[in-house]
């Protein structure tokens, strides 16, 4: 069974008012990748996508570029996140360039992306920019309504002709049952057989049985969050988290709070932890957000070519042999600011993209 490889896609390559409020005229994720410095002896950074392509989502050139990626390394498609707060939208540009340009060869999918939109991504405080509210059914309709043209478009990816949805946090919508249940009525309306809800695994908490008792086709790992959430609650790394920004602030250092992982260590985590049957299994191509949270970053040390292919040809099989699926997916396309992307850059240049075209055609 030949493995279909989706990687999940930021859209935050573009200026949008919001976040030219909030954080400065311009701001994309590039500012966070270029402003990044190295933090110990051989930590790579600033990363550097190849030729210097610090590109613009609001380009369509920009978005023919990565279909012709996708398609010519064997991906099966991307999966964009939605960002969507009872009716206001967010970074939702490049997905609606894509379905105005049906010439555009990608298939995509939506991961709703529901969490409030707070400053905790990049190492400051707590404060909520745009509170999650997720309303009653007539928020629910409105939002079905929006997603409809996306879901009838020919290149978005279906399972059994339903419509693949991944929910990211799932335990954090109230009536989540009765929202999945109009949904899948709503999508019948239309012609579909129903939606094909999928459950991310991130935390522990995703693992709680009222959540994987509610009506979902089948779940995804969300890598490397999941394997290391379900070990970071160990007695040491607890201490450590604890100790060591004290340390900083007495001292005036600038030493990680977490150990630096060897990406064969985190891998063997992934691959460890078991989920249950229909998984759809998650990988990672690598892990160092300190651009956005500086000390207070997670480092995972790059891999090489054969750690990652070790690692790729060992969750395939896992998936299929004990999930009993045929998807994964990668975290991420583009991930720039959290250092685990498959696209080119000065350093690996295209290897992530090479290993999966062989591994996915071999």
């Given at each position: 069974m030949k493995p279909k490889i989706i990687a999940y896609y930021l859209p935050q390559y573009h200026t949008i008012p919001e976040n030219d409020e909030w954080w400065?005229?311009?701001?994309?994720?590039?500012?966070?990748?270029?402003?990044?410095?190295?933090?110990?002896?051989?930590?790579?950074?600033?990363?550097?996508?190849?030729?210097?392509?610090?590109?613009?989502?609001s380009s369509i050139d920009t978005l023919r570029w990565q279909a012709g990626l996708v398609n010519s390394y064997g991906l099966y498609g991307l999966c964009f996140y939605h960002y969507w707060f009872a009716g206001k939208l967010l970074l939702e540009?490049?997905?609606?360039?894509?379905?105005?340009?049906?010439?555009?060869?990608?298939?995509?999918?939506?991961?709703?992306?529901?969490?409030?939109?707070?400053?905790?991504?990049?190492?400051?405080?707590?404060?909520?920019?745009?509170?999650?509210?997720?309303?009653s059914e007539a928020d629910w309709?409105?939002?079905?309504?929006?997603?409809?043209?996306?879901?009838?478009?020919?290149?978005?990816?279906?399972?059994?002709?339903?419509?693949?949805?991944?929910?990211?946090?799932?335990?954090?919508?109230?009536?989540?049952?009765?929202?999945?249940?109009?949904?899948?009525?709503?999508?019948?309306?239309?012609?579909?057989?129903?939606?094909?809800?999928?459950?991310?695994?991130?935390?522990?908490?995703?693992?709680?049985?009222?959540?994987?008792?509610?009506?979902?086709?089948?779940?995804?790992?969300?890598?490397?969050?999941?394997?290391?959430?379900?070990h970071r609650h160990s007695f040491w790394v607890k201490l450590r988290g604890k100790v060591v920004p004290l340390l900083n602030k007495w001292l005036h250092t600038a030493i990680l709070p977490r150990r630096v992982y060897a990406f064969n260590t985190v891998?063997?985590?992934?691959?460890?932890?078991?989920?249950?049957?229909?998984?759809?299994?998650?990988?990672?191509?690598?892990?160092?957000n300190t651009p956005r949270k500086g000390a207070n970053g997670l480092v995972i040390k790059p891999p090489t070519q054969k750690d990652f292919e070790d690692y790729l040809r060992k969750k395939i099989d896992q998936t299929q042999t004990v999930y009993h699926t045929d998807t994964l997916f990668v975290n991420a396309w583009n991930e720039w600011a959290e250092g685990t992307y498959l696209e080119p850059d000065v350093s690996s240049r295209t290897m992530f993209l090479e290993t999966i075209r062989k591994v996915v055609n071999g």
């Open positions: 400065g005229k311009g701001f994309t994720d590039w500012t966070n990748v270029q402003k990044a410095r190295p933090l110990f002896e051989g930590h790579d950074q600033p990363r550097r996508p190849l030729d210097d392509n610090y590109y613009d989502l540009k490049p997905a609606e360039m894509l379905l105005a340009n049906k010439d555009i060869s990608l298939r995509f999918c939506f991961s709703w992306a529901n969490e409030p939109w707070a400053r905790t991504w990049d190492g400051h405080d707590k404060q909520v920019l745009i509170a999650q509210d997720y309303g309709r409105k939002h079905f309504d929006y997603l409809l043209p996306f879901f009838l478009d020919d290149r978005y990816i279906k399972v059994d002709g339903r419509p693949m949805m991944v929910l990211y946090r799932s335990v954090n919508i109230p009536c989540c049952k009765e929202m999945m249940e109009l949904w899948d009525r709503m999508a019948r309306e239309n012609g579909f057989p129903g939606i094909h809800f999928v459950c991310t695994l991130g935390y522990r908490n995703d693992y709680r049985p009222e959540n994987l008792h509610l009506p979902f086709s089948n779940y995804v790992e969300f890598e490397p969050m999941r394997a290391l959430d379900l891998a063997r985590m992934s691959l460890c932890y078991l989920s249950p049957e229909k998984t759809y299994g998650g990988i990672f191509c690598g892990w160092d």
